[in-house]
């Protein structure tokens, strides 16, 4: 129950930020019918990437209650590995190359993965996404993936900031970010990776994350 009441918590405050600057700009423009033509486009552009920062925040925690109250249904096929990480790296160029970051994959054509695609690439979208946010300007994000014994392992690795040892453990639990440490402004609503772990987990895999000086790496294990 109290982990209820917090998450109730965390939400209130998470959205009530996006919302604000909403109603702001919205209400500066009612007020001044006259404004500038071009300050009025800035502020209907500020609000409007608020207003979509809000609808994903809301998905967010729709998406991991949903799958509290029900287990994961998987519906399993067989995956281009190296095709769906490309499809995946090009829908977040938007967000890459304003700060010169780049995602080079590392992936064989032949490489063939068995699960539910479109669960698995929320999976890699999440980690992605994450690496992204976390890691340093002008700097690669690498995607590579193996086949090893049974398994096929799948790495994101990016420069950046080290996760402390004594967090590692704890970053794919769904109340981390209750830790003011990470930003609401940057990064989601902290429940990416806590969803990650619950798809992973229903496909009989693990998922991990190393950090030092050097890089970050999550790394994905998968049943072959």
Do not use: C, W
């Amino acid at each position: 129950m109290q982990r209820k009441n917090d998450l109730i918590t965390y939400l209130a405050h998470d959205l009530k930020t996006p919302l604000a600057s909403v109603i702001g700009y919205l209400s500066l423009l009612d007020e001044a019918p006259d404004m500038p033509v071009e300050q009025k486009s800035k502020y209907i552009g500020i609000a409007l990437e608020k207003a979509f920062r809000l609808e994903e925040l809301i998905n967010e925690f729709f998406e991991i209650t949903r799958f509290n109250l029900q287990s994961i249904i998987l519906n399993k096929g067989k995956i281009k590995l190296a095709f769906m990480l490309q499809q995946l790296v090009d829908e977040f160029y938007p967000m890459l190359a304003p700060q010169g970051k780049q995602a080079a994959i590392d992936v064989s054509d032949e490489l063939i993965l068995v699960g539910d695609a479109d669960k698995l690439a929320r999976v890699f979208n999440n980690i992605l996404k994450n690496a992204i946010v976390y890691s340093y300007e002008n700097s690669i994000i690498t995607i590579s993936a193996t086949q090893q014994e049974e398994n096929i392992m799948i790495t994101f690795t990016n420069q950046g900031d080290p996760i402390p040892a004594q967090r590692l453990d704890m970053i794919f639990d769904k109340f981390y970010r209750l830790d003011s440490a990470r930003s609401t402004n940057t990064g989601g609503a902290g429940l990416g990776l806590a969803i990650a772990k619950e798809i992973v987990t229903a496909h009989n895999g693990t998922i991990t994350a190393e950090s030092n000086l050097e890089h970050t790496i999550f790394t994905v294990k998968i049943p072959s």
